[in-house]
Structures are given as structure tokens and as C-alpha cells.
Nanobody, 129 residues
Framework: QVQLVESGGGLVQPGGSLRLSCAAS????????ISWFRQAPGKEREGVAC????????YYADSVKGRFTIARDIAKNTLFLQMNNLKPEDTAVYYCATDRVSVCPIIAGKMVYQRIDYWGKGTLVTVSS
């Protein structure tokens, strides 16, 4: 059974860094595309980053390009999201997710969550001084 467990969230000052982890079970992280989504209070869930399994291509939302890095460790069966230069608008619950296909869930250049069928429970990131 597919399970995703996030960790690494917390409170950080603007300009700081955090690394989120997503431990996967029930599949290997190089078999399906895996994504990070986030949801801020009162806002719609949005895609942040994705890594495909078909060709290891990577997608980032424009809002995080140059600041966030997605990576996977196959030996540990874990997905990571390194977040640098954090801003208050990055405050959200961050979710690890997969729709069990090899390509990222992108339509018209934007990640979509409607295809996702497995979600972790999320980890809260708060960026505040």
C-alpha cells in the first residue's frame, strides 16, 4: 500500500532555509513521479515541484524557481525539498503526493492536484519574524 510521510516543517525567519523530507513506502521513489504541493490558509492547493520517473525531468512553480530544489534518494526511498531564501508567502502546509504515473501532473504548464490519488498528511512551514 502506498504511504507518504512528510517531516521537516517548522518555524523559520524570512531568508532562512528548511529541508522537507517525504518517506515513501509501497513503491520506490524512482517508479512514479512524485510531487510537492502546498496549501496556505484560505487558498487553493498549489503545485510547488515535481520530479518525473520517466526521464527524471523536474518542474518548479515560478514562485519557487531558484529558491527550492527537489531531489530523491533512491537508497533511502525518500523525496526531499530544499527550501532556501524563504518568504512569508511560502507559509503553508506542504504535502508529498503521487498519482502513480511516470510523468508529472502538469496541464498547460501548471501542476494540477486533481489527478493525485495519494497524499501524505502534510508538514507545516511557517515563515515569520
Amino acid at each position: 500500500q502506498v504511504q507518504l510521510v512528510e517531516s521537516g516543517g517548522g518555524l523559520v525567519q524570512p531568508g532562512g532555509s528548511l529541508r522537507l523530507s517525504c518517506a515513501a513506502s509501497g513503491f520506490t521513489v524512482d517508479y512514479y513521479a512524485i510531487s510537492w504541493f502546498r496549501q496556505a490558509p484560505g487558498k487553493e492547493r498549489e503545485g510547488v515541484a515535481c520530479i518525473s520517473s520517466s526521464d527524471s525531468s523536474i518542474y518548479y512553480a515560478d514562485s519557487v524557481k531558484g529558491r527550492f530544489t527537489i531531489a530523491r534518494d533512491i537508497a533511502k526511498n525518500t523525496l526531499f525539498l530544499q527550501m532556501n531564501n524563504l518568504k512569508p508567502e511560502d507559509t503553508a502546509v506542504y504535502y508529498c503526493a503521487t498519482d502513480r504515473v511516470s510523468v508529472c501532473p502538469i496541464i498547460a504548464g501548471k501542476m494540477v492536484y486533481q489527478r493525485i490519488d495519494y497524499w501524505g498528511k502534510g508538514t507545516l512551514v511557517t515563515v515569520s519574524s
